[in-house]
């Protein structure tokens, strides 16, 4: 079993920054490729950015792309996400997920991940 659990979320003004952070815990050999999501209410979970564990190649959505920078340590077995200059549109629940299986390229489907964790809630309003 694989554990994750986020942290880092939180009210920020546009242009803003957070970080956010999920600890990994359990089997983590099974890690392929580890990503975050995000969802609003309403809308579907959407690929944020998502990383291979071997190699380090990192995936980005367009609306993120040049302000989000994801990263994995493994000596701690956390993912982070970097989140500057931050949008109300960036408002949303986010999600750290694990697939340790094939996944699409880029790996950025909810549907592809079978772990994930329970979310950190990001806001951003002036």
């Known amino acids: 079993q694989v554990h994750l659990v986020e942290s880092g979320g939180g009210s920020v003004q546009p242009g803003g920054s957070l970080k956010l952070s999920c600890a990994i815990s359990g089997n983590t050999y099974r890690s392929v490729v580890l990503g975050w999501f995000r969802q609003s209410p309403g809308k579907e979970r959407e690929g944020v950015a998502a990383i291979y564990t071997a190699g380090q190649r990192s995936y980005y959505a367009d609306s993120v792309k040049g302000r989000f920078t994801i990263t994995q340590d493994n000596a701690k077995n956390t993912l982070s996400l970097q989140m500057n200059d931050l949008k109300p549109e960036d408002t949303a629940m986010y999600y750290c997920?694990?697939?340790?299986?094939?996944?699409?390229?880029?790996?950025?489907?909810?549907?592809?991940?079978?772990?994930w964790g329970q979310g950190t809630q990001v806001t951003v309003s002036s």
């Open positions: 997920a694990l697939e340790g299986g094939a996944v699409s390229e880029p790996p950025l489907r909810a549907d592809e991940y079978r772990f």
